[in-house]
């Protein structure tokens, strides 16, 4: 049971929405922050409440802007810490350059490590995640305490209601992993949904934010429903060139669940192009189109904050 007199929880410019339902839940007040721009550009971010001795939570995604919501997190840590916080978390539903998690060619930089790095020179002493893109993540948290959270149980509610609307028996569902990185995300929901049949795709990036999908493992995808779970769409690259290959092996239909959805490129109008049925994304990054299904954390953020402070 929350401490109510003891924890603060801020939100700042990405998750406004998402941060009103955790505190919903929670029956929690939204503690407010100032956030503003000088003139030049440069972030301005301060609590407007005392913080000393209090446990500080800030729920905010490092989404596009990235760089700016990474300093305005940054810069709001460092206030915080400066006024004396008891402990500072961050919860950070979308974690940007999580997908530079690893060398892949000489001279490349661990982005995703030092993102971390920057958030514990600031000042946090728990960072929170949901979904990262691999186990990798794990070993960037030095000196600190990480959580990683998971939307399995979120999404699996929606979709035993969603199947039901669209007529789509379980018995008639594959769930589908765009690549061998995704294994454990399909059996997850598989699990949750009681233990549907999984296939797996070869996905090779002949260069960056371009996919191509080679051939499908595992269960049989003909005549069957293709629930396809991926961490993040961006471009759509992955589910376009993962979609026409599951139709050219007799799919049925094709239904998406991603936990972030980023969206570049005109990525939503090309995926409907695709006939895909239906997809669904979490609020961990705000949407400005309403075309989706939104599937909120607030619950499984809830859940944490409940069973930690
Ligand atoms: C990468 O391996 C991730 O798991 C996603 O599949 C990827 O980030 C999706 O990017 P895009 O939509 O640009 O193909």
Do not use: W
Request: charged share 25%.
């Amino acid at each position: 049971m929350t401490n109510k007199e003891q924890v603060l929880l801020f939100s700042l410019t990405s998750c406004e929405e998402l941060t009103n339902k955790v505190a919903k839940e929670l029956g929690l007040k939204r503690s407010s922050a100032t956030l503003r721009r000088f003139a030049d550009n440069e972030i301005f971010a301060r609590p407007d409440v005392d913080v000393k001795n209090k446990d500080c939570l800030i729920i905010h995604s490092t989404c596009n802007p990235v760089n700016d919501r990474l300093m305005e997190l940054l810069i709001f840590i460092d206030a915080l810490k400066r006024a004396k916080a008891k402990s500072i978390t961050a919860i950070i539903p979308y974690y940007g350059y999580v997908r530079q998690d690893r060398i892949i060619d000489i001279g490349d930089p661990i982005s995703a490590k030092l993102v971390a790095n920057c958030l514990k020179v600031a000042g946090v002493d728990h960072v929170v995640s949901i979904d990262y893109h691999s186990e990798n993540m794990a070993s960037f948290f030095e000196d600190m305490k990480a959580t990683p959270l998971f939307s399995t149980e979120v999404f699996a509610d929606y979709y035993q209601k969603r199947l039901k609307k669209l007529k789509i028996s379980l018995n008639d569902v594959v769930i589908v992993s765009p690549d061998k990185g995704g294994l454990d995300r399909a059996t997850n929901l598989s699990n949750a949904l009681g233990g549907l049949p999984i296939a797996i795709m070869n996905k090779f990036r002949p260069e960056p934010n371009k996919a191509m999908i080679t051939n499908i493992r595992g269960a049989s995808v003909a005549n069957k429903y293709c629930l396809m779970i991926d961490d993040i769409i961006d471009t759509g690259g992955t589910i376009m060139a993962a979609s026409k290959e599951l139709l050219n092996n007799d799919a049925n239909g094709i239904l998406i669940c991603a936990s972030h959805g980023i969206f570049s490129k005109n990525a939503l109008a090309k995926l409907y192009r695709c006939g895909i049925l239906d997809i669904a994304i979490s609020d961990s990054i705000p949407q400005e189109e309403d075309v989706v299904s939104i599937v909120s954390l607030a619950p499984v953020i809830a859940k944490f904050i409940d069973e930690n402070f």
